[in-house]
């Protein structure tokens, strides 16, 4: 089935493989840092700016104790302070109630688990019943300037409460570090998760992608290099190779189209063969016939020299005739028993004349054969 697959929709596959490992890897990370940041966000707005706040308002409760502590020690002192600088302390410290409950009130905005709830309930009981019992009176006894009132207040119901605000307060700050340690502990754990499935997607897909691209690299190379290997032989002149097709993707069309040339070249040669074999026996042909054309042309050759003999000896029986006539006539005249003689002697020539006249008519057509013949030798000479 894979085999079917074209080399574009390979490589489309693999380029999909990969952009989607990268898009899973990458959403996977985004997810992560998204987590992260969102514990981040609640440590820091949940956990440490809580944190803050009761570490502030502690600070402020214990400030608060001290400047009451403070200044009825300096009263009882062997030197008192003056009465203006009680006041003064004493509206520091209402400054620092009214900034403990804007504080506290910015905390119980901030988001509270059960737990927290119900320790801030608590806080604020402990620190109600310390403000009333003990706080506030002793800060009106000393802007009253009662620092004997004062002093009974702090050695009694303020020092007896202190300590459950104390503990209230540090009991919440305990939970906001709880809370933070169990938000670590979460974020630690989801990074572990995230990490290790990370590292598995990756190692997974590195291997996956090795194993594609080995699959895709030798269905590639194995039939580019067997074309090519199909290609030097035939360049070579070997057109006895065995082409096979095994796919219909782009390789195997261009085995299949290797395999229509090699068929077609086996053909084309199959057909000079059979031409150059035809040509083989016209050129033999023609040759024989150039050669009986070349006897026959020796042969006529031959024929005109007897002729041409003929000829001669024709010509030397004319002359003989003549001089025996010139002889036969001087006979006519010399004497006329010769000319009976020669009468008949005559009649003897006249016959031969005509004979010869008869001869010359052949002559004369023989002349002409030799002429046809010249003119078809010169004829076959010039072919």
């Given at each position: 089935?894979?085999?079917?697959?074209?080399i574009?929709s390979?490589?489309?596959?693999?380029?999909?493989?990969?952009?989607?490992?990268?898009?899973?890897?990458?959403s996977?990370?985004?997810?992560?840092l998204?987590?992260?940041?969102?514990?981040?966000?609640?440590?820091?707005?949940?956990?440490?700016?809580?944190?803050?706040?009761?570490?502030?308002?502690?600070?402020?409760?214990?400030?608060?104790q001290?400047?009451?502590?403070?200044?009825?020690?300096?009263?009882?002192?062997?030197?008192?302070?003056d009465?203006?600088?009680?006041?003064?302390?004493?509206?520091e410290?209402?400054?620092a109630?009214?900034?403990?409950?804007?504080?506290?009130?910015?905390?119980?905005?901030?988001?509270?688990?059960?737990?927290?709830?119900?320790?801030?309930?608590?806080?604020?009981?402990?620190?109600?019943k310390?403000?009333?019992?003990?706080?506030?009176?002793?800060?009106?006894?000393?802007?009253?300037?009662?620092?004997?009132?004062?002093?009974?207040?702090?050695?009694?119901?303020?020092?007896?409460?202190?300590?459950?605000?104390?503990?209230?307060?540090?009991?919440?700050?305990?939970?906001?570090?709880?809370d933070?340690?169990?938000e670590?502990?979460?974020?630690?754990?989801?990074?572990?998760?995230?990490r290790?499935?990370?590292?598995?997607?990756?190692?997974?897909?590195?291997?996956?992608?090795?194993?594609?691209?080995?699959?895709?690299?030798?269905?590639?190379?194995?039939?580019?290099?067997?074309?090519?290997?199909?290609?030097?032989?035939?360049?070579?002149?070997?057109?006895?190779?065995?082409?096979?097709?095994?796919?219909?993707?782009?390789?195997?069309?261009?085995?299949?189209?290797?395999?229509?040339?090699?068929?077609?070249?086996?053909?084309?040669?199959?057909?000079?063969?059979s031409?150059?074999?035809?040509?083989?026996?016209?050129?033999r042909?023609?040759?024989?016939?150039?050669?009986?054309?070349?006897?026959?042309?020796?042969?006529?050759?031959?024929?005109?020299?007897?002729?041409?003999?003929?000829?001669?000896?024709?010509?030397?029986?004319v002359?003989?005739?003549?001089?025996?006539?010139?002889?036969?006539?001087?006979?006519?005249?010399?004497?006329?028993?010769?000319?009976?003689?020669?009468?008949k002697?005559?009649?003897?020539?006249v016959?031969?004349?005509?004979?010869?006249?008869?001869?010359?008519?052949?002559?004369?057509?023989?002349?002409?054969?030799?002429?046809?013949?010249?003119?078809?030798?010169?004829?076959?000479?010039?072919?």
């Amino acid at each position: 089935m894979l085999s079917k697959l074209s080399i574009k929709s390979r490589l489309i596959f693999v380029i999909g493989f990969l952009s989607l490992l990268l898009a899973g890897v990458g959403s996977m990370g985004l997810l992560s840092l998204s987590a992260t940041n969102d514990s981040l966000k609640r440590v820091y707005q949940d956990e440490l700016i809580p944190l803050g706040q009761l570490d502030h308002i502690i600070r402020l409760v214990n400030k608060n104790q001290l400047i009451v502590a403070q200044t009825i020690a300096g009263q009882l002192s062997a030197f008192p302070e003056d009465a203006s600088v009680m006041g003064k302390q004493m509206d520091e410290a209402d400054k620092a109630i009214k900034e403990i409950d804007e504080t506290w009130k910015a905390y119980m905005k901030t988001q509270l688990s059960p737990e927290a709830k119900k320790l801030a309930v608590s806080f604020v009981t402990s620190r109600k019943k310390y403000g009333s019992q003990g706080l506030r009176p002793a800060m009106a006894a000393l802007r009253a300037k009662d620092v004997q009132q004062a002093s009974e207040i702090l050695q009694g119901p303020l020092n007896e409460n202190f300590p459950a605000v104390q503990q209230n307060i540090n009991a919440l700050i305990k939970l906001q570090q709880k809370d933070a340690q169990t938000e670590f502990t979460q974020s630690d754990s989801r990074y572990t998760t995230v990490r290790n499935t990370a590292i598995i997607v990756i190692l997974a897909g590195v291997l996956l992608a090795a194993f594609i691209g080995v699959w895709l690299i030798r269905a590639i190379t194995r039939p580019l290099n067997e074309a090519v290997r199909i290609a030097e032989s035939v360049a070579a002149g070997d057109l006895t190779q065995k082409i096979e097709v095994h796919s219909t993707d782009e390789t195997g069309r261009l085995m299949q189209a290797m395999q229509n040339m090699n068929t077609s070249l086996v053909g084309i040669v199959n057909q000079v063969r059979s031409g150059t074999e035809t040509i083989a026996v016209a050129s033999r042909e023609i040759a024989s016939g150039n050669a009986d054309l070349s006897s026959r042309t020796e042969s006529q050759a031959s024929s005109l020299e007897q002729t041409a003999s003929s000829m001669e000896e024709l010509t030397s029986t004319v002359k003989q005739n003549a001089e025996n006539a010139r002889q036969a006539n001087q006979l006519v005249v010399s004497t006329s028993d010769v000319a009976v003689k020669g009468g008949k002697v005559v009649g003897q020539v006249v016959d031969t004349m005509a004979s010869i006249k008869e001869s010359s008519r052949k002559i004369a057509d023989i002349i002409g054969v030799i002429d046809g013949i010249a003119f078809q030798t010169n004829i076959l000479a010039l072919n």
